[in-house]
């Protein structure tokens, strides 16, 4: 969709905007505030435009925030100014609830889009600072570092991050999933460091120039759609790299305080530029050419059981009934194809590992895992034997294909209750796996490679690979990975590692080593 078309359906919200902005100049006696007023009027409802299917009610809404915005400048009484502040405030609240949304549709996946959620919600945190500043709420700071405070959240906290979305949106990079946290993560360090400590301001606009700098070359070396275009985002995502430096400066005189440049420069400076090249012409820029999501919606099938599982007495051999439909078992050894079709035969025997960073997190972990019976780990490295059933799920109750619950046992407590299933997407089969939880199901959609004799099943890689929570009808993807490979180490004994990463992080691993039964009974 072409966001010219996109802006002509609500130009009267623009123009309307643009007129009551004109209206507050005439009836400010501080200039300066009309570089916040700028924002609330005329680019924060332009760069809603370009990522929200505004309907009647949500203009209606923008339209009460604009009014009160301009209403403040009119209406001096300190009630009616608390009343007014608080629409504005609740405007924003609606727009972060709306990031919100659109965040727990997906989840840790897609740094763009995730980049425009978090900068939806940032606003709320603008409008947080300005109720304080229009109140003058006494937090310990300035009048005016609480407008700045709140300005900041405006653009570097909105505006941008929306930004540096729709730009994520045709550029694809490493370097770009490096930069986007960093920048996402600048301005609360910033605000922060305004707030409370000079010196963490110096460092995050340290880290932010990093962050803008790198914006600035992958946008130099990026094709845009349309000419016009690609100059108008080049010169915001430029303006920044000048103010940025000048931000720098300015931040070196609170830290150390070393003058060189004043607040009345930053403010006409400083405010200037990023209003006007970095505001308003990088929304003009996506406006020419609004670039769509490249998020596809969850499709594959998703398990209706939440809670406790009652699965039925039927048992099952296996956690698969036929393993030749996600692999080519031909490449594999018999045994490891055996332990898929008749698991049942086996004895499963593990030394959990917890990483030393997350022994800490396991005061809390462990309590709850327990109570719930549910990815409840042993927290010593001891060898144990998990003991494991395989029965039946009733196929209408979960509402995929064929389910069947692996319930793992460890001294008489259940550690693991698993509902294995399959889909396919795109012709190929993924392994599609139900963790139960209070009111909610973790799902784990596993793809399955074999590599050198050996069978691998991972989270990562394509598009339906990924671990998630499903609560109610929302799918929410999880900022965690596994991997398990299985492999044959002698001719009746089997070897796996399973490895799980939090944010890239290891966290845990579990070495299992796995014989038949009959195997066991000649070892006993």
Same mark, same amino acid.
């Given at each position: ?38 924002a609330?009027?005329i ?9 929200m299917?505004l309907?009647?009610?949500? $203009? ?11 209403? +403040? ?9 608390? $009343? ?26 897609n ?26 709420? @006494?937090?310990?700071?300035s009048?005016?570092? @609480? ?7 405006? &653009?570097?906290?909105f ?15 490493? /370097?770009?999933?490096?930069?986007v ?7 609360? /360090?910033?605000?922060v460091g305004?707030?409370?400590w000079?010196?963490?301001?110096f ?15 992958l ?22 790299? =000048?103010?940025?430096?000048?931000s ?7 830290a150390f305080?070393?003058?060189y ?21 990088g ?5 020419? *050419? ?37 692999v ?8 490891i ?10 004895? +499963? ?13 396991l005061?809390? &972990?462990?309590p =709850? ?18 003991n494991?059933t ?29 509902? &294995?299933?399959?889909h396919k ?6 392994? @599609? ?12 959609? /596993? ?5 050198t004799d050996t /069978?691998?099943l ?7 690979p ?5 609560i ?24 796996a590692? *399973? ?16 014989i038949?039964?009959?195997e ?5």
């Amino acid at each position: 969709m072409k966001a010219g078309s996109h802006l002509n359906s609500s130009n009267t919200l623009i123009v309307g905007g643009v007129i009551l902005f004109l209206t507050n100049c005439f009836l400010t006696t501080e200039p300066y505030i009309l570089l916040l007023t700028a924002a609330q009027q005329i680019l924060v409802p332009m760069t809603l435009q370009l990522i929200m299917e505004l309907n009647k009610k949500q $203009i209606i809404f923008i339209w009460t925030g604009l009014f009160s915005v301009l209403l +403040l400048q009119v209406i001096t009484i300190h009630t009616g100014q608390m $009343i007014l502040s608080i629409i504005y405030l609740l405007f924003t609240l609606t727009v972060a609830l709306s990031g919100l949304r659109r965040f727990l549709k997906r989840g840790f996946v897609n740094w763009a889009e995730i980049s425009i959620d978090i900068g939806m919600m940032y606003l709320f945190m603008g409008g947080i600072w300005f109720f304080i500043h229009i109140n003058g709420i @006494n937090t310990g700071f300035s009048h005016m570092l @609480n407008w700045l405070t709140a300005i900041h959240f405006h &653009y570097s906290a909105f505006i941008l991050p929306v930004s540096i979305g729709l730009f994520g949106r045709i550029h694809t990079s490493k /370097l770009y999933n490096i930069l986007v946290p960093i920048i996402l993560a600048a301005p609360m /360090l910033v605000a922060v460091g305004i707030t409370f400590w000079p010196l963490l301001e110096f460092i995050s606009v340290i880290f932010y120039i990093f962050g803008i700098y790198g914006l600035i070359y992958l946008a130099m070396k990026t094709k845009f759609p349309a000419f016009l275009q690609g100059l108008l985002i080049r010169i915001s995502y430029s303006s920044l790299g =000048v103010t940025i430096l000048f931000s720098l400066i300015y931040s070196v005189g609170r830290a150390f305080g070393k003058w060189y440049v004043t607040l009345d420069f930053m403010l006409i400076f400083h405010g200037l530029v990023n209003c006007l090249l970095f505001g308003l012409l990088g929304i003009i820029g996506w406006a020419i *050419h609004l670039p769509k999501t490249k998020q596809p919606a969850w499709s594959f099938p998703v398990s209706n059981i939440r809670g406790q599982l009652t699965p039925e007495n039927t048992a099952k051999s296996g956690l698969v009934d036929d393993l030749s439909m996600f692999v080519d078992i031909r490449r594999l050894p018999p045994m490891i194809v055996d332990f898929y079709e008749h698991t049942d035969k086996y004895r +499963l025997f593990a030394a959990v590992h917890w990483a030393g960073w997350f022994k800490p997190l396991l005061l809390i &972990y462990k309590p =709850v895992s327990r109570l719930i019976q549910q990815l409840n780990l042993p927290v010593s490295k001891q060898v144990v034997e998990m003991n494991g059933t395989i029965l039946s799920v009733n196929e209408a109750l979960d509402g995929r294909n064929s389910p069947r619950a692996w319930i793992r046992k460890v001294n008489g407590r259940t550690v693991f209750t698993a509902i &294995y299933s399959s889909h396919k997407t795109q012709g190929r089969a993924y392994m @599609n796996i139900a963790l139960p939880l209070p009111f909610s199901t973790m799902i784990g959609i /596993l793809k399955l490679d074999c590599i050198t004799d050996t /069978l691998e099943l991972s989270s990562t890689g394509g598009e339906d690979p990924g671990i998630y929570l499903a609560i109610g009808t929302w799918l929410f993807r999880l900022p965690l990975s596994e991997t398990f490979v299985i492999e044959q180490t002698t001719k009746r004994e089997l070897t796996a590692i *399973h490895k799980m990463k939090l944010f890239g992080v290891p966290f845990l691993k579990i070495d299992y080593r796995i014989i038949t039964r009959d195997e066991a009974k000649q070892i006993n």
